[in-house]
C-alpha cells in the first residue's frame, strides 16, 4: 500500500530567503504524485502534480517539485518566500486504478517579515 | 468553469443528532470524494462515488454514509453524532477518479457540542 513521509511538521523561513518541504513516498507502482496548498479555513489547492511525464515539475506561484525515484522523494521548493505562502502544505500519492489518494500529515510553512 | 461547491459551510449540532452534508461538483466531473480533516488525525479518506456508486470506502464506522445522485452531486450523512465527528468535511471531484486531479471544495465546518 503507498504511503507518504512529510519530514517535517513545521518550517519556518524569513521573506525572500528558499522554501523546501520534504516529501517521501512509498509505492510499489508507477504512482502520481501531488502537492496541494491550504490556507486557513480554505480548502485545498493544487499547486503540481507529477505524472511520469518530466521528472521536474513546474506549479504555480513559482513552486516546484523534483521526482527522485531512487530516493523515493518528491520534494517541493521555491526560490524566494513570500508572505502569502504561509499555509499548510499537503504531499500526496495516488497509485494507479481507482484508488483513494494518501495524504501527508502536512507541513506547516511560516514566513517572517 | 465554477468550482466545488459545498453546504453548508458550517454547522453545529450536539450529540446524537444527524447531518446531512452537500457537495455539487465542477460540471462534467462524475467521480466525488470526501475526507475528514482533523488536528489529530490530518486528512483521512471517507468514501468516493462515481456514477451514483460508491467505488472506494476509508475506514470509518457505519454511522458514515453517502450517495451520489444521477447529476454528480453528492451528499455524506452522519448519524448518531459524536464529540470526535467535530471536523472539516471536504469533497473533492475530479473527471474519472483514480490518478485525476481532485479538485477540492472549501469544507463543511462541522461542530459537535
Known amino acids: 500500500a503507498q504511503s507518504v513521509t512529510q519530514l517535517d511538521s513545521h518550517v519556518s523561513v524569513s521573506e525572500g530567503t528558499p522554501v523546501l518541504l520534504r516529501c517521501n513516498y512509498s509505492?510499489?507502482?508507477?504512482?502520481?504524485l501531488f502537492w496541494y496548498v491550504q490556507h486557513p479555513n480554505k480548502g485545498l489547492q493544487l499547486l503540481l502534480k507529477?505524472?511520469?511525464?518530466?521528472?521536474l515539475v513546474k506549479g504555480i506561484n513559482g513552486f516546484e517539485a523534483e521526482f527522485k525515484k531512487s530516493e523515493t522523494s518528491f520534494h517541493l521548493t521555491k526560490p524566494s518566500a513570500h508572505m502569502s505562502d504561509a499555509a499548510e502544505y499537503f504531499c500526496v500519492v495516488s497509485d494507479p486504478g481507482n484508488t483513494p489518494l494518501v495524504f501527508g500529515k502536512g507541513t506547516r510553512l511560516s514566513v517572517i517579515a | 468553469k465554477a468550482g466545488v461547491t459545498q453546504t453548508p459551510r458550517y454547522l453545529i449540532k450536539t450529540r446524537g443528532q444527524q447531518v446531512t452534508l452537500s457537495c455539487s461538483p465542477i460540471?462534467?466531473?462524475?467521480?466525488v470524494s470526501w475526507y475528514q480533516q482533523t488536528p489529530g488525525q490530518g486528512l483521512q479518506f471517507l468514501f468516493e462515488?462515481?456514477?451514483?456508486?460508491?467505488?472506494n470506502k476509508g475506514n470509518f464506522p457505519g454511522r458514515f454514509s453517502g450517495r451520489q445522485f444521477s447529476n454528480s452531486r453528492s451528499e455524506m450523512n452522519v448519524s448518531t453524532l459524536e464529540l470526535g465527528d467535530s471536523a472539516l468535511y471536504l469533497c473533492?471531484?475530479?473527471?474519472?477518479?483514480?490518478?485525476?486531479?481532485?479538485?477540492f471544495g472549501p469544507g463543511t465546518r462541522l461542530t459537535v457540542l
Open positions: 509505492s510499489s507502482y508507477s504512482p502520481s
Open positions: 460540471s462534467g466531473h462524475r467521480s
Open positions: 473533492a471531484s475530479s473527471l474519472d477518479g483514480g490518478q485525476d486531479t481532485q479538485y
Open positions: 462515488y462515481f456514477s451514483e456508486t460508491q467505488r
Open positions: 507529477y505524472t511520469s511525464a518530466a521528472t
